[in-house]
């Protein structure tokens, strides 16, 4: 399973974009990246997932580039609402054993 | 919408007591998961099932067992509770498509004292 990493944390402020860059050097041929969501005090929530270029849907845009060695999760003009924890998933879709990680926790301030 | 059912949000034991987490998904997905998430060790796999009676070990077994006696329901079971097993437990449910999107309860915390 390709291991992924990801900074601890990050601090914006409303009205911003947000890029949050994941590294996942040893991504296998079919492996996709999938990116949750997760407040306080709930379950993780899927966000977006692609297997290469560019992915787009009501909530944010997820850039892979050519070699899929890492993958950068957008935000476009976040809210307060956006404070959260984000995970970077790697593997093949139905896999049972993916591997959250720490995640990113984004801090959204006015 | 799909919906993953915690039984209890929190619970208080003491050290040695049995413990039985109910999880339960009325989208009729095939796999289900327990994860524990600990501050800074993100969200561990413990067991997942892909199908009624079937179970798999994940990452974290020791300590633990499931139950999938139903399709809609998942239990796991603390045996003799131990103070080391204070966490937040979360289920999960996924169907067999193409993108494996995993479906979360709101989690249960639970206090070994």
């Known amino acids: 399973l390709a291991k992924t990493t990801q900074p601890i944390s990050m601090d914006s402020y409303e009205g911003q974009e947000v890029n949050i860059t994941c590294s996942h050097n040893n991504i296998a041929t079919n492996d996709y990246i999938t990116w949750y969501q997760q407040f306080p005090s709930q379950g993780p929530r899927f966000i977006i997932q692609g297997y290469k270029t560019k992915v787009t849907n009501e909530v944010a845009s997820l850039f892979i580039p050519a070699d899929r060695k890492s993958s950068t999760l957008s935000l476009p003009r976040v809210s307060l609402s956006d404070t959260a924890v984000y995970y970077c998933l790697v593997g093949a879709p139905g896999s049972y054993k993916l591997i959250f990680g720490s995640g990113t926790r984004l801090l959204v301030r006015p | 919408d799909v919906k993953v059912t915690q039984s209890s949000r929190y619970l208080v034991k003491r050290t040695g007591e049995k413990v039985f987490l109910e999880c339960v998904q009325d989208m009729d997905h095939e796999n289900m998961f327990w994860y524990r998430q600990d501050p800074g060790l993100g969200l561990r796999l413990i067991y997942f099932?892909?199908?009624?009676?079937?179970?798999e070990k994940g990452d974290i077994p020791e300590g633990y067992s499931v139950s999938r006696e139903k399709k809609e329901r998942f239990s796991l079971i603390l045996e003799s509770a131990s103070t080391n097993q204070t966490s937040m437990y979360l289920c999960a449910s996924s169907n067999r498509d193409l993108t494996g999107e995993l479906f979360f309860g709101e989690g249960s915390r639970l206090t070994v004292l």
């Open positions: 099932s892909y199908d009624v009676k079937m179970k």
